[in-house]
């Protein structure tokens, strides 16, 4: 293979949609379940059918795909489901701005059945993107099992579940206080709300005494949801209280009598220590209304306005109610005083309403007897979470279990399977299609259940779901259960924790044996502070110029946050592929894919890993270019051991070492480890030492024909080797360079006698593809030796010290020089001629003593002497430096000596600046000393 067969440019686009289109066409990932190989399944947690992958997407996919392509290439039966979810109110509400922003109609305006019309539309659209995008950054799914989770499969799996868990009283329906959002007018759960710390007040109202003089003091942040009180709450350990607890209370302006109780979630320290209770609106007020049997008043309609509970207040919104309770407090001589306060508050994930708790009635799902069930399962080992660090976080959520809210208030979703007769007091619940048979008869005295299932119920089901539950034939009865899931720590209760309690409750078995918990990638955020306090964030384009290094200049600051668009630090991972190739960037979320909560993910990091695929495309440039005269008959004979050199030896070794510990960091799902290893292997060890080192015998400058082809055969079995390391993390420039070497050796046979590596070398080119080759292990395990890699490192420390000496005296590495090794053993001695090609030599001397040089820079190598004579020219640049500094010094001493000669300066000047210029003068003399000192050694 000659060096034009390969181009001089690595262009990763064009190479991109080359092999996903012959990986597709070749069904390449296609799993069978009647395989005889053992199976290794993972199912892709479903992206949204709301808009395009973020970069959250991009990682959790190539960890997915890097353990599918490394689980394929071990021999696995390998089934990567590919799928995406409904997510109920995330594409209702983009679905309905769509439609604002276009019609001007809200969804109120259609009916149920024409706006799902438009969400399906939707959705179709927005999933053919998805799966391109997946497609795009190498995923190797089996895109002939594609789901969604409101396909008919999925569906029934909904529907099946449901009907189970209600026949076993696990379902119920009841009054329970959620968190609402009043735009979308729905329950959500804890996971669809966002937090943020906002300026706000802290209210002092007076309630009075019923039945004695006095009264009581109580701070609030909501002044609003006085119209719900049902008490006035005391710490029982509040001394300032105790002769009120069990007394009544007078409320203003809805006029009720409240009691006040003690109870020890009451803390005395926040604000005068008494708190207004409003069990149906604030959730630790509510826990305090179940546990005193408190009556619960809802106030508010479902849009967010007080209903006819707020009596005078009826209609008013909720800042308008707030203000209106505070003047009508005011009037009657209930307000005692109000103060600056920062609170947290709760807001809709997606229409940023802010989240109002509502008594509502809902469905249920007991979870109590999942909980035993839930611990038992990880502290036994039969779920394994990695890192183990998330296990006190996972029991301590298991300890605090509530019952599971599952419906909302929605369109799209799964409709509950649940039918309400119209006139009695009783329900069908209907797993099956259609209407159940007895609504069927009669179906103007039932009505379906007008909400949806929480996403998660349908998400919980998704391992079983996926293979065909509640059917336990063909793709079920051999991939489940799957093996591991993937996916970001912050959803590990919400999803993780049900998708085990579900499996096990249906099945019987866990749904994976594994949980991989990645940080959550977060960038860097600039901003600049506004003359008015507001925060003014740096264009995208300065922000990028930042990142890459340039100076951030004064006043403008900066911080490591989750990726948001208001932040402006969002990095969108298509963009990122098409400017730096999706290999380099699947690298570098690798590489960034510590175990730790937080990826801090650098764009630095992306240009690296161009640099690395660079790499590796003119470092197998190279290869190719010095393989064009081996031939297939020549390769199969394989390695010759008697013609091995110390580099030789250590190279395979370090083969067989890296080999070892990628897969091991793999099976550990160390992802920076496994890339750190490949990438150190290949630009380090064999382009930066083996590769340079055989230069001299490739050229035909030194060694015999014999050698050089024996070094032609150890390049393709590296080269081979290195691709199939990196293929999980870059699968298409490692599939394109595989795809050249399988050409170059074309006629390759099997059954050929030879070593191991050659033999390992072939299997690997009969393969189909280097998606189907087998993975990289310790070839051969004995030749991992110590002693070589360490006699290799003593050789090694001696060029990096010869290079230090060159970079000190300002040598290119270009530049021939003589270098002189004092006391080097044997071992360095026999291996000069590495030495001689990574140092660039004029002349290797090997002495016993140092030789008399006037003027050389040495350094130490354990007990050897690395002596470099400093080079003529050197000599010349030292001597008209030091007359220039000499020059210098002269004049700065001249300078002080007459300051300081001048009796005015020193009897008017502050003492500690007289003494500083005597210190100044005491060094420029310690300076012209130490120059003179030089200058007669020349």
């Not at 396909?151 to 189970?164: P, Q, S, W």
Request: hydrophobic residues 40%; glycine residues 6%; contains cysteine.
């Amino acid at each position: 293979m000659s060096s034009e067969e390969l181009p001089k440019t690595y262009e990763p686009q064009e190479i991109e949609t080359k092999w996903i289109d012959f990986w597709e066409k070749g069904n390449f990932f296609k799993a069978d379940p009647n395989s005889k190989k053992k199976p290794f399944t993972i199912v892709m947690p479903p992206p949204n059918v709301t808009g395009v992958l973020h970069m959250g997407h991009a990682l959790v996919s190539t960890l997915q795909d890097t353990m599918i392509r490394f689980k394929r290439m071990q021999g696995f039966e390998a089934l990567w489901v590919p799928g995406t979810d409904h997510a109920g109110i995330a594409t209702q509400t983009v679905v309905e701005r769509h439609l604002v922003a276009t019609t001007g109609k809200r969804r109120a305006d259609f009916s149920r059945e024409e706006f799902l019309e438009h969400v399906w539309s939707w959705k179709k659209k927005s999933e053919k993107t998805i799966l391109m995008q997946l497609k795009k950054i190498g995923c190797s799914c089996d895109w002939s099992r594609l789901r969604f989770t409101m396909d008919a499969g999925c569906n029934l799996g909904v529907r099946t579940a449901f009907k189970k868990l209600f026949d076993q009283g696990l379902i119920y329906q009841g009054n329970y206080l959620v968190n609402w959002d009043p735009v979308a007018q729905t329950a959500l759960s804890d996971d669809e709300l966002e937090y943020e710390e906002q300026q706000g007040h802290l209210w002092y109202f007076t309630y009075h005494l019923v039945d004695n003089p006095g009264s009581i003091t109580i701070a609030t942040t909501r002044p609003e949801t006085m119209l719900g009180d049902t008490a006035v709450a005391v710490s029982p350990k509040d001394e300032r209280y105790r002769h009120l607890i069990g007394q009544r209370v007078h409320l203003p302006i809805v006029n009720r009598t409240i009691p006040i109780i003690s109870d020890h979630h009451v803390d005395p320290a926040f604000g005068t220590g008494a708190v207004k209770i409003t069990p149906a609106h604030d959730p630790n007020d509510y826990r305090m209304g179940i546990d005193h049997q408190l009556e619960m008043i809802n106030i508010f309609t479902p849009d967010g306005y007080i209903n006819e509970n707020g009596g005078p207040l009826q209609g008013l919104s909720r800042q308008e109610a707030r203000d209106e309770v505070v003047k009508q407090m005011q009037e009657l001589g209930h307000f005692d005083r109000v103060e600056e306060h920062v609170h947290r508050v709760a807001l809709s994930y997606r229409s940023k309403a802010v989240i109002e708790p509502y008594l509502s009635k809902q469905w249920f799902i007991k979870m109590a007897p999942f909980a035993e069930k839930l611990k038992a399962l990880v502290k036994n080992k039969d779920v394994e979470i990695i890192p183990s660090s998330w296990e006190n976080t996972y029991f301590h959520w298991i300890d605090n279990l509530r019952d599971w809210c599952i419906s909302r208030q929605l369109w799209w979703g799964h409709r509950i399977p649940v039918w309400h007769h119209k006139k009695e007091e009783r329900m069908i619940c209907y797993e099956g299609e259609g209407l159940p048979p007895e609504v069927e008869k009669n179906p103007e005295s039932w009505s379906q259940d007008p909400d949806v299932l929480d996403t998660w119920f349908s998400s919980g089901l998704w391992p079983m779901s996926t293979l065909g539950w509640p059917k336990t034939e063909g793709d079920f009865k051999c991939f489940y259960p799957t093996n591991v899931i993937i996916t970001g720590h912050d959803i590990l209760f919400f999803w993780v924790a049900r998708m085990i309690g579900m499996g096990e409750h249906f099945t019987k078995q866990v749904p994976f044996t594994q949980v991989f918990l990645h940080g959550l990638i977060f960038g860097k955020s600039y901003w600049t502070k506004q003359k008015d306090g507001t925060i003014a964030y740096v264009s995208d384009e300065q922000r990028r110029a930042y990142d890459l290094g340039k100076p951030v200049p004064k006043g403008v600051e900066s911080k490591w946050e989750k990726l948001s668009k208001s932040k402006g630090n969002v990095i969108d991972p298509l963009e990122m592929s098409a400017e730096y190739g999706t290999d380099a960037v699947r690298m570098a979320l690798c590489f960034s894919a510590n175990q730790g909560a937080q990826i801090d993910l650098d764009r630095r990091c992306f240009e690296e890993f161009k640099n690395f695929a660079n790499k590796i495309w003119n470092g197998a440039r190279f290869v190719f270019m010095h393989l064009a005269d081996l031939d297939t008959k020549a390769l199969s004979s394989g390695i010759k051991q008697e013609l091995l050199t110390l580099e030789d030896r250590w190279i395979l070794s370090r083969l067989n070492r890296v080999n070892a510990k990628v897969v091991q960091s793999l099976e550990g799902y160390s992802f920076d480890q496994a890339a750190k290893l490949s990438y150190d292997f290949f630009w380090k060890e064999f382009c930066a030492y083996y590769v340079e080192i055989a230069k001299p015998v490739l050229f035909g400058k030194t060694g015999s024909a014999q050698l050089r082809q024996n070094k032609q055969k150890i390049l393709a079995i590296v080269l081979c080797n290195a691709l199939r390391l990196l293929h999980p993390m870059a699968p298409f420039i490692t599939e394109e360079l595989f795809g050249k070497l399988k050409e170059k050796f074309s006629d390759l046979q099997e059954g050929t006698d030879c070593d191991a590596y050659t033999k390992e070398l072939m299997q690997a080119l009969l393969s189909g593809a280097c998606a189907t080759s087998p993975f990289p292990t310790a070839v051969c395990a004995e030749d991992m030796n110590q002693q070589i890699e360490d006699d290799f490192s003593l050789v090694e420390q001696i060029v990096y010290a010869a290079r230090n000496l060159k970079g000190e005296m300002k040598l290119s590495t270009n530049t021939a020089v003589e270098l002189y090794l004092v006391g080097a053993d044997e071992n360095v001695r026999n291996n000069g001629m590495i030495i001689e090609a990574l140092v660039n030599t004029k002349q290797l001397h090997f002495v016993d003593k140092a030789p008399a040089l006037s003027f050389a820079a040495s350094k130490n190598v354990g007990a050897l002497l690395c002596v470099i004579p400093i080079p003529q020219e050197l000599i010349e640049q030292e001597k008209a430096r030091l007359i220039k500094e000499h020059k210098k010094c002269i004049e700065l001493i001249m300078q002080l000596e007459k300051k300081l000669g001048n009796e005015q300066f020193v009897m008017r000047a502050k003492p500690e600046l007289v003494e500083q210029q005597r210190e100044r003068l005491q060094q420029a003399q310690a300076e012209l000393q130490e120059i003179e000192g030089k200058q007669n050694n020349f």
